[in-house]
């Protein structure tokens, strides 16, 4: 019977980092969030209790709330790890930060522990390079929303173990998803693909081709997408696409050059859902906090405790 550890970190309370800790719990496991202070930690853990009190809500889990919820607990002290079996890092795009965060959370680790990281498009060998047990290291590209989504991409770098390789396997089917199986690559499959389609409508409204509700039809409709490209981007965030972007356009060439449609929107501050606008307008949406550049403590920094 597939399951998942019984004890998972997650380092980034934000969006996706809550979206992980929802999944896990759900399937089983006692989860612990470690944000960058007590305001983002208590964020974090209103993020993950609602996504929990909505699948109670949907029937999609026999537990009620209450037992649920004593399953999560959040902190500012990447001691929480400690005890962890598993723990992914979900803080945003930047190699250096994300390397820091890593080598954080490896100092306190058991030396039979796992870790992931949830990047998107950032090379898992880099990130390994910050580590001293780069084979028990991979990714796990989580998708959003994470309720929702079916997929999670595992994406195994020259020193992942395969025993790692097995691991995941288990644990996303335990999950209730599939894994698809990459090397490491710039932008995987997932992003690489995504991206590039994402980038050419975005080139066809800075045209004049159509308009974005066309353009996003003619996907939908031509091609059984459930969700259009830009609507899509405006779900990522339209910061979070010009970052890989340019990172995709570093490493795989001028294709992937980002449109000047992109950076003045990023510029102007429409970055989507989470600012009320973007490709289109989400007025009726309420708008997410936007995250500031790293979710969580240095490890330089003075750290608390544990609560639930």
Same mark, same amino acid.
């Given at each position: 019977?597939?399951?998942?550890?019984?004890?998972?970190g997650?380092?980034?309370?934000?969006?996706?980092?809550?979206?992980?800790?929802?999944?896990?719990?759900?399937?089983?496991?006692?989860?612990v969030?470690?944000?960058?202070?007590?305001t983002?930690?208590?964020?974090?853990?209103?993020?993950?209790?609602?996504?929990?009190?909505?699948?109670?809500?949907?029937?999609?889990?026999?537990?009620?709330?209450?037992?649920?919820?004593?399953?999560?607990?959040?902190?500012?002290d990447?001691?929480?790890?400690?005890?962890?079996?598993?723990?992914?890092?979900?803080?945003?795009?930047?190699?250096?930060?994300?390397?820091?965060?890593?080598?954080?959370?490896?100092?306190?680790?058991?030396?039979?522990?796992?870790?992931?990281?949830?990047?998107?498009?950032?090379?898992?060998?880099?990130?390994?390079? $910050?580590?001293?047990?780069? =084979? @028990?290291?991979? %990714?796990?590209? *989580? /998708?959003?929303?994470?309720? +929702?989504s079916?997929?999670?991409e595992?994406v195994?770098?020259?020193?992942?173990?395969?025993?790692?390789?097995?691991?995941?396997?288990?644990?996303?089917?335990?999950?209730?998803?599939?894994?698809?199986?990459?090397?490491?690559?710039?932008?995987?499959?997932?992003?690489?693909?995504?991206?590039?389609?994402?980038?050419?409508?975005?080139?066809?409204?800075?045209?004049?081709?159509?308009?974005?509700?066309?353009?996003?039809?003619?996907?939908?409709?031509?091609?059984?997408?459930?969700?259009?490209?830009?609507?899509?981007?405006?779900?990522?965030?339209?910061?979070?696409?010009?970052?890989?972007?340019?990172?995709?356009?570093?490493?795989?060439?001028?294709?992937?050059?980002?449109?000047?449609?992109?950076?003045?929107?990023? $510029?102007?501050?429409?970055? =989507? @859902?989470?600012? %009320?606008?973007? *490709? /289109?307008?989400?007025?009726? +949406?309420?708008?997410?906090?936007?995250?500031?550049?790293?979710?969580?403590?240095?490890?330089?920094?003075?750290?608390?405790?544990?609560?639930?």
């Amino acid at each position: 019977m597939s399951s998942v550890p019984a004890r998972v970190g997650v380092l980034g309370g934000g969006r996706m980092g809550a979206g992980i800790a929802h999944a896990f719990c759900l399937a089983g496991s006692d989860v612990v969030v470690v944000e960058r202070d007590e305001t983002a930690a208590d964020a974090g853990m209103v993020r993950v209790t609602q996504a929990l009190a909505r699948s109670v809500e949907r029937g999609t889990t026999a537990e009620d709330i209450a037992a649920l919820t004593a399953r999560v607990s959040v902190s500012t002290d990447y001691a929480a790890f400690a005890p962890c079996a598993l723990v992914i890092e979900a803080v945003p795009e930047d190699l250096a930060l994300k390397r820091q965060a890593l080598r954080a959370v490896e100092d306190v680790l058991a030396a039979d522990a796992w870790l992931a990281t949830n990047t998107s498009s950032l090379s898992v060998d880099a990130l390994a390079d $910050a580590l001293q047990r780069p =084979g @028990r290291f991979c %990714g796990l590209h *989580f /998708f959003n929303p994470v309720p +929702a989504s079916t997929l999670i991409e595992v994406v195994l770098g020259a020193q992942t173990s395969p025993d790692l390789e097995a691991a995941t396997r288990t644990w996303v089917e335990a999950l209730g998803k599939t894994p698809v199986v990459v090397r490491d690559t710039p932008g995987f499959a997932s992003s690489r693909l995504g991206v590039a389609i994402a980038l050419e409508a975005m080139r066809m409204l800075e045209e004049g081709v159509a308009t974005a509700e066309d353009i996003d039809a003619a996907m939908v409709l031509g091609y059984r997408h459930p969700v259009g490209p830009l609507r899509t981007t405006d779900l990522v965030g339209l910061d979070v696409r010009l970052g890989i972007a340019e990172y995709l356009a570093s490493t795989l060439g001028p294709r992937f050059t980002p449109p000047a449609i992109l950076r003045e929107k990023v $510029a102007q501050g429409h970055l =989507g @859902r989470k600012s %009320g606008r973007g *490709f /289109f307008d989400w007025e009726d +949406a309420p708008p997410s906090p936007v995250p500031s550049r790293a979710p969580h403590a240095s490890p330089a920094e003075p750290v608390k405790g544990e609560r639930t």
